[in-house]
T-cell receptor
C-alpha cells in the first residue's frame, strides 16, 4: 500500500522540550517537504529536501531542524527555540521539484500542542 | 511578489446546490495551477491540475477553469454533497527558483442538509 505516513497523529509537548515528528514515504520520491498550517492561514513551508543528504530552509525554518539520511524518511524536530509551535504539521513528497508540475502527495498530518 | 489569493474565505450552501470558488494569482512565470481538497484534520488531496494551455478540466462533479491572461482560476462544484464540506486550496507553480509551489489560504466550504 503506497503512500506517505506521519506519526504520531497527536503530540503534546511541554514548554522547553524538543520533539520529533516522523514522516515516511514508500513512493520512491526524491523530494520531500514540511509545512505548518495554522487556522485561517495557508500552508507555510518550513523545510524541503530535493535529494538525500540535502535540505533547504523554507519561509519559517527558525526553531525547526530536519535531516534526510534516507530517501524514504524526512523527520522534523521542533526545538524549544520555536516560540509558538502549536499547529498542524503536514509532510509531503513529490517525484522531484522539477518545474513544479509534479503533484505533491501529503501525509495525514500531526497536530502538535504545547502545554 | 508571487501571491495566490482565494475567495471567498468561507461559504455555506445547501446540499444539491452548485458553487464556484475563485483563485487569483500573480505568480510569474507561470507553470501550472492545482486545486486540492482538504478534509478537516487530514492532508490535502489533489483534484485537478491545469497548465498554461488548458482552459477547463473536470474531475467528476468538480470543474476547474483557467484564464492565464487574467491570471484567474475557478473551481465549480456541481450538485454539492455533504462530503464536499472541506477546505479547497489553490496552489500555483512558477518556473523560476528551486521551490516553486505558492499556496493560497483556501476556501472553507460547508454543505448543509
Amino acid at each position: 500500500d503506497g503512500g506517505i505516513t506521519q506519526s504520531p497523529k497527536y503530540l503534546f509537548r511541554k514548554e522547553g522540550q524538543n520533539v520529533t515528528l516522523s514522516c515516511e514515504q514508500n513512493l520512491n520520491h526524491d523530494a520531500m517537504y514540511w509545512y505548518r498550517q495554522d487556522p485561517g492561514q495557508g500552508l507555510r513551508l518550513i523545510y524541503y529536501s530535493q535529494i538525500v543528504n540535502d535540505f533547504q530552509k523554507g519561509d519559517i525554518a527558525e526553531g525547526y531542524s530536519v535531516s534526510r539520511e534516507k530517501k524514504e524518511s524526512f523527520p522534523l524536530t521542533v526545538t524549544s527555540a520555536q516560540k509558538n509551535p502549536t499547529a498542524f504539521y503536514l509532510c509531503a513528497s513529490s517525484i522531484s521539484i522539477g518545474r513544479g508540475y509534479n503533484e505533491q502527495f501529503f501525509g495525514p498530518g500531526t497536530r502538535l500542542t504545547v502545554l | 511578489k508571487n501571491q495566490v489569493e482565494q475567495s471567498p474565505q468561507s461559504l455555506i450552501i445547501l446540499e444539491g446546490k452548485n458553487c464556484t470558488l475563485q483563485c487569483n494569482y500573480t505568480v510569474s512565470p507561470f507553470s501550472n495551477l492545482r486545486w486540492y481538497k482538504q478534509d478537516t484534520g487530514r492532508g490535502p488531496v489533489s483534484l485537478t491540475i491545469m497548465t498554461f494551455s488548458e482552459n477547463t478540466k473536470s474531475n467528476g462533479r468538480y470543474t476547474a477553469t483557467l484564464d492565464a491572461d487574467t491570471k484567474q482560476s475557478s473551481l465549480h462544484i456541481t450538485a454539492s454533497q455533504l462530503s464536499d464540506s472541506a477546505s479547497y486550496i489553490c496552489v500555483v507553480s512558477g518556473t523560476s527558483g528551486t521551490y516553486k509551489y505558492i499556496f493560497g489560504t483556501g476556501t472553507r466550504l460547508k454543505v448543509l442538509a
